[in-house]
């Protein structure tokens, strides 16, 4: 079955960097893109950026351009998503998902990891 | 860019009943490119509808979906306890890929 499973939650200092992994099983990894979303505490969901996994071609929200890098590793099938200069209201749970490839799916994302918590604070 | 609205931000619904979330976009957009999710607390999100219309693998034939152009509905009938979430739309788009809507909870009555 398919699966993406996200790395474990962390707390960051104002400036620092983090990376949260996600790593897919149960599909062929370099056929679907990659998409992360975040959601802040008791807000809405907010897209960051995407990342199709068999060429390598990225987009990223402008709200996070600049300060957000998306890349995978096609060998351990797993996605990346580092997020640089980090402020407290990056307090956030971050989440990944994968993009379907069939027909309309295509515009949707059909699998999401679990989350990870990423805490912001001084 | 075009915004996503959804509409009520709170439908209190009793089970059994019938409730109808409202997603409009600013920019008229291809109804392939909406979306529906479901959130639980502490959950990820859930692909509930896709193309509009679609139902995603799993989904209970009482969630369909509707609407084209501007309008989009998501409609809920005979409401079961474990269909009480938070629920979103989202489009489509060259960039942003992916836009959502600020999202529709389902209370209880």
């Known amino acids: 079955q398919v699966q993406l499973v996200q790395s474990g939650a962390e707390v960051k200092r104002p400036g620092a960097s983090v990376k949260v992994s996600c790593k897919a099983s149960g599909y062929i990894f370099t056929s679907h893109g990659i998409t992360w979303v975040r959601q802040a505490p008791g807000q809405g969901l907010e897209w960051m950026g995407w990342?199709?996994?068999?060429?390598?071609?990225?987009n990223y929200s402008q709200k996070f351009q600049g300060r957000v890098t998306v890349t995978t590793d096609a060998s351990t099938a797993t996605a990346y998503m580092e997020l640089r200069s980090l402020k407290p209201d990056d307090t956030a749970v971050y989440y990944c998902?994968?993009?379907?490839?069939?027909?309309?799916?295509?515009?949707?994302?059909?699998?999401w990891g679990q989350g990870t918590l990423v805490t912001v604070s001084s | 860019e075009s915004v996503l609205t959804q509409s009520p931000g709170t439908l209190s619904l009793s089970p059994g009943e019938r409730g109808t979330l409202s997603c409009r976009a600013s920019q008229s957009v291809s109804s392939s490119f909406i979306a529906w999710y479901q959130q639980k607390p502490g959950q990820a999100p859930r692909l509930l509808i896709y193309?509009?219309?679609n139902r995603a693998t799993g989904i209970p034939d009482r969630f369909s979906g509707s609407g084209s152009e501007t309008e989009f509905n998501l409609t809920i009938n005979r409401l079961e306890p474990e269909d009480y979430a938070v629920y979103y739309c989202q489009q489509y788009g060259t960039s942003p890929r992916f836009t959502f809507g600020p999202g529709t909870k389902v209370d209880v009555k």
């Open positions: 998902a994968r993009q379907g490839i069939s027909g309309f799916s295509y515009f949707a994302l059909d699998y």
């Open positions: 193309g509009a219309s």
């Open positions: 990342i199709s996994v068999f060429s390598g071609d990225t």
